[in-house]
């Protein structure tokens, strides 16, 4: 059986592969998630425990399910002292969505902005990005400011773990880094922002006149870069020219 813990989608795509190698998966999911979102992951044939608690508590609950169960292995997108393999080779399942810009920009972009939620994404993102022989495009992270455990962390020069509430930016909703993305974003990551759950929703809305379908989490990359770029002493910082590329990440498409 697959275990993990869950905000959304890492619990879908778990379940997902569970029903597809026929072993079955139970996922840990925080009191404050969505019922439909629960539901998306009950359809893929997963059992949903409800924790009463935040992210956070749900990841305890599986590590504390799985552990010492033969049967049972955890799969995490998150790392921490003993538990690392597994999310090292989500982190490299990331490099796929990164090589597939790169080709079809024909080149690496100017600046890639991340939505955050424990740096896994973002993680994969600067180790693609700092190969010795890769173009060095900026990279912004982008957290809730309900979440901001990447920006405490970076603003306090040690892995921080933060009090969460409440965020329409349900995938980012994370109060401690991983261990593993933590010294590769503090020697690689540029900056970092938090955006409220206004300016998300209104990057929500402004992709949707584009014709792009993008969920809170996924928008927060347009508002964050909005942030970073539209007060200059940080605009100055990225040292970004006015045909510079800018990559925003949206990680997930409309969720109501
Ligand atoms: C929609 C969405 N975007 C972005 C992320 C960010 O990933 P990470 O937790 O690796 O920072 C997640 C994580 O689950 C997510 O669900």
């Not at 949903?48 to 590590?63: I, K, M, P, T």
């Amino acid at each position: 059986m697959l275990v993990t813990a869950t905000d959304g989608n890492h619990g879908r795509a778990v379940a997902r592969m569970a029903a597809h190698f026929g072993v079955g998966a139970t996922v840990f999911v925080p009191v404050v998630m969505l019922p439909e979102t629960a539901a998306r992951i009950v359809n893929e044939g997963a059992k949903v425990v409800w924790v009463d608690g935040d992210y956070d508590d749900a990841v305890r609950c599986a590590a504390a399910f799985a552990v010492d169960q033969p049967d049972r292995a955890l799969i995490q997108d998150t790392a921490w002292a003993g538990y690392e393999q597994v999310p090292a080779w989500i982190v490299q399942g990331y490099q796929t969505l990164l090589d597939e810009i790169d080709t079809q920009l024909g080149g690496a972009p100017d600046l890639v902005a991340v939505p955050v939620g424990v740096g896994s994404l973002a993680e994969a993102v600067v180790r693609h990005y700092r190969r010795p022989s890769a173009a060095h495009p900026s990279v912004l992270s982008v957290e809730p400011d309900t979440a901001a455990c990447v920006l405490a962390s970076l603003t306090s020069a040690r892995a921080t773990t933060v009090e969460t509430a409440a965020t329409v930016m349900a995938g980012l909703n994370c109060g401690t880094i991983s261990s593993s993305a933590w010294p590769v974003l503090r020697a690689g990551c540029d900056a970092a922002v938090t955006v409220s759950d206004r300016d998300a929703l209104s990057a929500v809305a402004d992709l949707d006149r584009l014709g792009v379908s993008s969920g809170p989490s996924g928008a927060a990359t347009l508002a964050g870069a909005r942030a970073a770029l539209t007060e200059p002493e940080r605009r100055a910082a990225l040292d970004l020219d006015d045909d510079a590329v800018i990559v925003l990440l949206s990680t997930e498409g409309h969720t109501r």
